[in-house]
């Protein structure tokens, strides 16, 4: 099963991606620039910054001919070579990004992260970076035929829900489920305290409830957890111990370890499964859950944030936090108007 691809025109994202090279197991665009969030007027803002993901199979490789093609989109650390921009980008959450690129009459970011890493978050959200974003809509703009890339890409889609699951009451609206399922990589993010539209999380799902009904609803009709009455958009699931046990248990590796690093105090070690049994039982599950994800969140975004200084090069940084900022303004001005 392949991460759906949504539909609408791909054209302009394409006319991008052909200026890079083409050697790349998976392309996605994301963000305000592709899809319509809360407080834009009909559509993607045209004004808005085009973000973009690519995955790549030898990033140094591929750093190489990207230099050769598109030089200037590099800070100065295009001066050291390839081996050195992949040094950087295997830091903090392994993504290299370049941002407020001019590309076909658009300023453009993208991120270069290699296959093998991309597929470690999706499976084990050892950063919750990308994994994160890709448990939101994106247009998906190539894809090769990894078969390992491609389960992957589905059990993140997964490990979302039941993430969102443990953390829900017993009966919620699909949109609570959506709304706590893109929250997932913000939850412990610091640039959500200054930096990013605090509304951001609604206003990324309540125009786009049908993006997220494309990506899970076939999840949600094959779990045997949960009650799907799609018709009625209401969801009913098993909150008994033994229930949110089974779910602690398919959880991602890195959560798990950071549940247990929580809840097992310094020199106990027990068992994993001895210890998300006793969480199971505990009548404050989901916050504990929701603490371990923060973990995993707030330090990649840490780190993240403090490589942009070297890919972006410190104009480029200030210019862009000064957009975030302006947005996030903006965003609030709109909540209390």
Same mark, same amino acid.
């Given at each position: 099963?392949? $991460?759906? !691809?949504?539909?609408? @025109?791909?054209? &302009?994202?394409?006319?991008?991606? +052909? ?5 790349? /197991? ?122 390992? $890339?491609? !389960?992957?890409?589905? @059990?993140?889609? &997964?490990?979302?829900?039941?993430? +969102? ?5 017993? /009966? ?128 990649? @975004? ?14 480029? /940084? ?20």
């Amino acid at each position: 099963m392949a $991460l759906p !691809a949504l539909s609408s @025109s791909g054209v &302009k994202f394409r006319r991008v991606l +052909a200026h890079f090279p083409q050697e790349l /197991s998976l392309a996605f665009a994301y963000g305000s620039g592709v899809f319509r969030q809360a407080g834009d007027s009909a559509g993607p803002g045209e004004n808005n910054m085009l973000d973009f993901v690519f995955a790549v199979d030898d990033a140094v490789t591929w750093h190489m001919m990207n230099l050769t093609k598109n030089k200037s989109h590099y800070s100065f650390l295009k001066v050291l070579g390839p081996k050195q921009i992949n040094s950087v980008q295997n830091y903090g959450a392994g993504i290299y990004y370049n941002t407020l690129v001019p590309c076909n009459g658009r300023i453009i970011k993208y991120g270069v992260i290699s296959t093998d890493t991309l597929i470690d978050d999706l499976l084990h959200w050892k950063t919750l970076y990308v994994a994160g974003r890709l448990q939101k809509p994106v247009k998906i703009l190539t894809q090769n035929e990894n078969s390992k $890339l491609q !389960a992957a890409l589905v @059990s993140n889609l &997964k490990s979302a829900v039941t993430a +969102a699951f443990l953390m829900l009451p017993e /009966s919620f609206s699909e949109e609570d489920l959506y709304m706590q399922i893109a929250g997932l990589s913000y939850t412990g993010d610091f640039r959500m305290i200054v930096g990013e539209d605090r509304s951001k999380v609604q206003n990324i799902v309540e125009p786009n409830v049908p993006h997220f009904q494309k990506l899970y609803s076939n999840i949600l009709q094959d779990c045997p957890q949960v009650v799907y009455k799609h018709h009625l958009g209401r969801l009913e699931i098993d909150k008994s111990p033994e229930g949110q046990f089974a779910q602690l248990m398919s959880l991602p590796r890195t959560l798990q370890q950071k549940i247990t690093s929580l809840v097992d105090p310094p020199g106990k070690n027990r068992d994993v499964e001895e210890i998300l049994l006793q969480v199971a039982h505990d009548p404050d599950c989901g916050f504990v859950v929701h603490q371990g994800i923060s973990r995993i969140v707030r330090s990649s @975004s840490v780190v993240q944030s403090a490589k942009t200084i070297l890919t972006a090069g410190v104009k480029k /940084s200030v210019t862009y936090s000064m957009k975030k900022l302006y947005k996030m303004t903006k965003g609030w001005l709109r909540k209390t108007s």
